[in-house]
């Protein structure tokens, strides 16, 4: 299996569970103060980047 596809497997299933934790962390962010709840969701809404774009350039690269 090439790297660009272990990439794209482990890209899809990360997501996936990083959206099912920031939606059940959200569940006690939603009783927070609004200023609070707009900083958690900015947080989470960027940090996801930084492993995806580990992820895109390990399978981007060639072995050898």
């Known amino acids: 299996m090439s790297r660009g596809k ?3 497997l482990i ?3 990360g997501f996936i569970l ?3 934790l920031v939606v ?3 569940d006690f962010i939603v009783r927070l103060h609004w200023a609070l709840q707009l900083l958690y969701y900015a947080v989470v809404g960027i940090v996801w ?3 995806a774009k580990w992820l895109i350039v390990w399978g981007a690269r060639t072995p050898g």
Request: charged share 0%; proline share 7%.
């Open 18 to 20: 990083y959206i099912v």
């Open 24 to 26: 059940a962390a959200g």
């Open 49 to 51: 980047t930084i492993p």
């Open 6 to 8: 272990i990439a794209f």
């Open 11 to 13: 890209g899809v299933v």
